[in-house]
Structure formats: structure tokens, C-alpha cells
């Protein structure tokens, strides 16, 4: 019955936000800059929770909870320079509660014959659903859980936030794009020699040793794509402002691809992270996956259904779930209703209440 309802109120949200839209592009200030932005809500129809009692008043709150989030605000702007042969990137991002964390991605770029070379706050290749995806991009679902908990797992930081300062040179060959990065390696969190590394303040690293990571993303026919990336992370004695002294060595990799034919769409992605008992978090793996199916209804309108499975090898947890998803689009909004069913245990990170969620996104960007 339950979930009855929760369907109803989903189709006539469906039919309030799909009466109508206006069709909106990036603003080009001239042909060399332009300025774009998103804003994203999530409106939470009926999600299951965990029923939680008040010790002092003996009050319990109900099992499900309905109400609307925030959930992103990008602005960035972007362009060229002398003559195209240097560019900028610079978008701001904010997050809504609970975390209400702000975020910026910032590079510059030199570009030569075969080769693009960019400097600054960049997303290195970790993932492909997290990384290239990219941020300030008009989401088609909640990205899955496995990007949520890997993206960020190589960074010594503890950060989700996916970014890093350094350098990143980008170079094509035929339907091969080849992406190699250096950077800190302790992701979104701070800089080198000011680097917050679970809460310390950590200074200096020794000469060359950093954060590298190498991706392939290759095309080789019309509505085919594989990609792969490697990632290693390796410091030795880190000095923390605290007096301690740390080791920092993780690695990840991740494979995947797309094959879209006609209406129907199929990808996916695998990925691990694995951290050596010299790491000052301890020995550690996760890994986990994600499947993709979609079928466009019609031009405006698809059909999407989401299997994805994430452990944490070490400590014997699994999690999986699965969404199913509507998701029309009108210009640059982009209206999503998806449900999701999760089965989880207790120290996972669906935990042992198996929640079900029914949500509505809206997305307009420019």
C-alpha cells in the first residue's frame, strides 16, 4: 500500500514538471569565454529510515521521511586565450545540507600541437563515472554507490570531494585519449605543506613522490566506448605537525565502457583501491561495480534500471542495489524520478535497515 501511494504521488509529480519547460544553453560572453551553471534539488517523495526514539521524552519518529534537499549549485566560467593557445576552467561548486561543503575546480591550460597541459585544483582520472563524468554536468541518476565510496579512496585526505592540485596532460591519438596526472594526493582537503591528513596538519613530502594516475579513454567505433585508469599513491615518513610521522601507499584501478545501439544503452564500471599494511590507515581493499541498462522511450524520455555492488573486503561488509529511473528531458532541465531498493548489514554503508528511497530530481542548468 505503501508503495502504492508513493508511485501515485511520483506520476502526478511527473505530470506537474513535464506540462511544460523552456529550453536554456550556455552563456557565450564571446567566442572565446562563456559562463554556465546548474542548480539541482532533490525532492525526497518517500524514503524509508530508521525508526529513532527520544531517550528523553520516549517520543519515536515515524519510518519514512519526506521533504526537499538542495543537493547542488554549480557556477563556472571558461575560455581562451592568446589566440586559443592557453585556456582557463573555473567553477565553483556548493553541496546542500547536511554537508553544505563548497568546492572549487580551477586550471589553467597550455595547449600544443598533440598535447593539452593543465595546471591547478583538477579531478585526476580515478573513476570514470566520478571523474570525467564531471562536475557541473546535468546528472541522469545519483551517481552510484561505488563512485560515491571509491572516487575519493586513493586521497590520503579522507575527502569525497575527488579534486587535487597538480598537473594533468591530456593527449589524443586516433580513438585513444591518454590522461596522466601528478598531484598531492591528499585530494580537495588542502595544499602541500599545509595538508590536513585525518585531521593533522602534515608538512613537506619528500622530492617526486606524489599522487600518479594514468587513463585511457578510447572510442573505437560510433556508440562504443572502454576506458581504464591506474592510480598510485605513495609517501614516505610524512612529517604531521602533531611530531607523528606517516607512510601513505594506496593504489586503485578501474575498467569499464558504454555500447549504445539505437534506443538501447548498456555500460558499466569496476573498481578497487587497495592500501598496504604500511599505510597509516592500515591494510585495506574495497572494490565494487556498477551495471547500466537504458532504453529511450522516445527522444525526450528514458528508461533506466542500475545494479551496483560495493565491499569492503577487510572488513567483511557488502552492500548492492538497484534503481530504476524515468528521466525526461527539455532543453536543460532535466527531471529524474528513480527509485531505489538496498540491502546492506550492520557497519555498511546501507547498514542492516535495508532503506528503500523514492526521490524526484530536478536539474535546470544554463
Known sequence: MKLIRSMVIAMFAIAVVFGGATNASAYNINDDHRM?????????????????????????????????????????????????????????????????????????????????????????????????QGSGSLLSLQRATPTLQMTGAPYAGGTRAWRDLGLRFIANAGPAQIRVTVTNGVGDAAQADSEHISGQLAQSNQLGQAMYGIGAIIKPADGVRVHAAFTSNKHDDVKLSTGGVIDIDRTSTAVGGKVSMGAIMVDGEYATTKATSSD??????????????????????????????????????????LTVALMHTMGNLKTTIEYVT??????????????????MQLQMGF
Open 280 to 321: 597509516f590507515g592500515g591494510e585495506s581493499e574495497l572494490k565494487g561495480f556498477w551495471v547500466r541498462g537504458g532504453y529511450s522511450i522516445s527522444k525526450d524520455l528514458l528508461l533506466s534500471v542500475r545494479h551496483a555492488s560495493f565491499e569492503r573486503v577487510t572488513l567483511n561488509t557488502k552492500d548492492t542495489d
Open 36 to 132: 554556465f551553471g546548474l542548480y539541482q534539488l532533490w525532492i525526497n517523495l518517500d524514503t524509508d529510515a530508521a525508526v529513532v526514539t527520544d531517550a528523553a521524552t520516549g517520543n519515536t519518529s515515524g519510518d519514512s521521511l519526506f521533504g526537499i534537499r538542495e543537493r547542488r549549485i554549480f557556477f563556472g566560467v571558461a575560455g581562451k586565450l592568446a589566440d586559443g593557445a592557453l585556456g582557463y576552467y573555473l567553477l565553483q561548486s556548493m553541496g546542500g545540507p547536511p554537508s553544505a561543503a563548497s568546492s572549487i575546480l580551477a586550471w589553467g591550460s597550455v595547449f600544443l600541437p598533440g598535447l593539452q597541459v593543465d595546471f591547478g585544483k583538477l579531478a585526476p582520472m580515478v573513476t570514470y563515472d566520478g571523474s570525467i
Open 342 to 359: 538496498t540491502d546492506g548489514e550492520a557497519g555498511s554503508v546501507w547498514g542492516a535497515t535495508d532503506p528503500k528511497l523514492l526521490r
